[in-house]
């Protein structure tokens, strides 16, 4: 299960719009900031049951593959 998309409007929307066999790409956040893996949604995103606020959106991820080679989101952005 993903948690800590937080509660954002924006970014409830963006869950919303994900559906079972999307493919996601998972990143380390602080401090590398970095890609580490591919996956896919196992299960369309639905309100978080660790929480007594329903609006919190959580996701299930199935791992599909590892990325061996550290890629910086910094370079991401570059790349456009």
Do not use: C, F
């Amino acid at each position: 299960m993903w948690r800590h998309a937080g509660s954002r409007p924006d970014t409830l929307r963006q869950l919303k719009q994900v559906h079972k066999g999307d493919r996601a790409l998972l990143y380390h956040g602080k401090p590398e900031h970095a890609l580490y893996a591919l996956a896919e949604v196992s299960r369309d995103p639905y309100p978080d049951p660790h929480e007594t606020n329903t609006k919190k959106m959580v996701m299930d991820l199935r791992a599909i593959d590892q990325i061996h080679e550290e890629y910086a989101a910094d370079d991401m952005s570059a790349d456009g």
